[in-house]
């Protein structure tokens, strides 16, 4: 079946800088790769998705990359802000049309 | 409030009792999709309905735990004769459309506590 790994698992950044989070997947059949950000005690909320069939995608500050042919896909967030502290979670579709998760990564900004 | 709704939001047994939730999707979504979701980690898929019909059943999930979604509406997830390890977050999230590569909604959870 389909897995996910996700890295870093923690993440520090500064106010205003950028973050990066990495996923890999095993699933060559996947085609559809989102990106769910939960905050403490909250319900993961979708922030931004991706299809096989584009390379990139941005809204506002944040932006998502695929290469299909490594399986890896990118989340990256510009100019953070406090507010952007959560856990960052990544997914992608197996044969079967479900969501495997990855394990998460805590984003702490500071100011 | 249109959205992923779960009852109850927390719930305390303990060992060996049964316990039932219960998840309403957003309206007229087909796909509903139940999860499991340990402190640290990323949601676990348990199964899945497409409208009233059962799908798919994670073979992590034990013979203790039966969903059902009788009407296509609402879902019910049921844990028998709960465990210490049974204790989670039991998410609940919908979808429209009848591929994988629609967005999954989720609800707030059902947090159990197995004492």
């Known amino acids: 079946g389909e897995n996910v790994e996700q890295h870093p698992s923690t993440l520090s950044v500064q106010e205003g800088d950028s973050a990066v989070i990495k996923c890999t997947y095993s699933?060559?059949?996947?085609?559809?790769f989102p990106w769910y950000k939960q905050e403490l005690g909250k319900r993961p909320q979708l922030i931004i998705d991706?299809?096989?069939?584009?390379g990139e995608k941005k809204d506002q500050r944040i932006a998502v990359t695929l290469n299909k042919t490594a399986k890896h896909f990118s989340l990256h967030i510009t100019e953070t802000q406090p507010e952007d502290s959560a856990v960052y979670f990544c997914a992608a579709t197996d044969s079967w049309g479900k969501f495997q998760f990855g394990a998460g990564t805590q984003v702490v900004v500071t100011p | 409030d249109t959205g992923v709704s779960q009852d109850p939001r927390h719930k305390i047994t303990k060992r060996g009792q049964n316990v039932t939730f219960r998840c309403d999707p957003i309206s007229e979504h087909n796909r509903l999709y139940w999860y499991r979701q340990t402190l640290g980690q990323g949601p676990e898929f348990l199964t899945y309905f497409q409208n009233e019909a059962q799908l798919e059943k994670s073979r992590l999930l034990s013979d203790r735990f039966s969903a059902e979604r009788p009407k296509g509406s609402f879902s019910t997830l049921e844990i028998q004769r709960t465990e210490q390890g049974d204790s989670a977050m039991y998410l609940c999230a919908s979808s429209s459309g009848t591929s994988g590569t629609d967005t999954q909604y989720f609800g707030p959870g059902t947090r159990l506590t197995v004492l």
């Open positions: 699933d060559s059949a996947s085609n559809y």
């Open positions: 991706i299809r096989s069939n584009v």
